[in-house]
């Protein structure tokens, strides 16, 4: 008799497409385990169906909360190497007030507002006009943590959203380096903000020695400072001249910058600083090559937010 309840214990369940709980002792925990199994699944759709129907009448009667924009940001979940996925608050750059900035009447202009950047994107020259993105000391330390993201997994390549986004091979033999605006140093906490920031859109024709010398010393204090002052908002891009170089297809559509500027502001302090270094090998102290934002503005015709104060220019606060 026993060996006939099991077998139409077996067959139910089978037919019910669930499988029989891991230690079965006896008929009688059979059937204990089962009617249990099945009051819990119940209870899970009746609870689950009053939380739904909770949570769609508070959606309907509660009115729609808006944060600042400067202040805004989303949390998402980090899958990192050799890890469980971590949960951090990442800024929103598209909503960031701090980030925006003001592009001359008459330049060519195309926003684009990758999950980590903010690229103001010149179709024209096809170079940006300037990349701007925050940083945080959170950033910055999964950034530095031994399972970062690894700059030889990710390659150089062309947004294809973007119609006049030069392609990888268009820098090729031009004696120019790709030059990101937006470092990969800051972006290795995350895969996604990595394979946005080696989008040619975020590239300008720069100097190769500038590149692997003074300008990386450059981006590599601004990665420290982030974590000392907890939070940074960063602008890069190109001084533009009159008459630019150009290189590309047919050599002649991609602008190459007389110079380069940084712009940056730490909101928790205050402060804010500004560098200018020629397209050109730049040797000697960062501090050499340190501006005020309003020349920055003089020298761009771009305008920076008015929270952002205009005419500091002290490098003895920024070692």
Known sequence: MRQIVKIWFLVAAMVMGGALPPQVMGDNGITTQW???????????????????????????????KSSPSSASRLVTIPTIGKTASTTAIPQQSTNALLSVGIPKGVSNQV????????????????P??????????????????????????NYAKDS????????????????????????????WDRTAMKECFYMTNMCPQDTKLNNDHWRVLEEKVHRWAKRDKRLMVFTGPIMGKNPKMIGKDK??????????????????GRAIAFIYEN??????????????????????????????????????WQ
């Not at 959203?161 to 004696?175: A, D, F, H, L, Q």
Request: with cysteine; proline share 7%.
């Open 280 to 317: 050109k090998p730049c040797p000697g102290n960062f501090s050499k090559y340190a501006v005020t934002v309003a020349e920055v503005e003089r020298r761009t015709g771009l305008t920076f937010s008015t929270a952002i104060p205009k005419h500091q220019c002290t490098p003895t606060d």
């Open 35 to 65: 009617s249990a199994q099945a009051k819990s699944k119940k209870k899970n759709k009746k609870s689950k169906k009053k939380s739904s129907t909770k949570s769609s009448k508070s959606s309907k009667s509660s009115p729609s909360s």
């Open 252 to 269: 002649q559509n991609i602008a190459v910058p007389d110079a380069f500027f940084k712009v940056v502001y730490a909101p928790e302090q």
């Open 129 to 154: 006009n300037c990349v701007a993105y925050e940083l945080t000391a959170t950033m910055v330390s999964m950034a530095d943590a031994p399972d970062h993201e690894s700059r030889k997994n990710y």
């Open 112 to 127: 684009l507002n990758y999950q980590a950047i903010r690229v103001n994107f010149n179709p024209s020259l096809r170079i």
């Open 161 to 188: 959203s973007v119609k006049s986004c030069p392609e990888n091979w268009e820098y090729r033999g031009s004696g120019y380096s790709r030059g990101h605006m937006a470092p990969a140093m800051d972006m290795r």
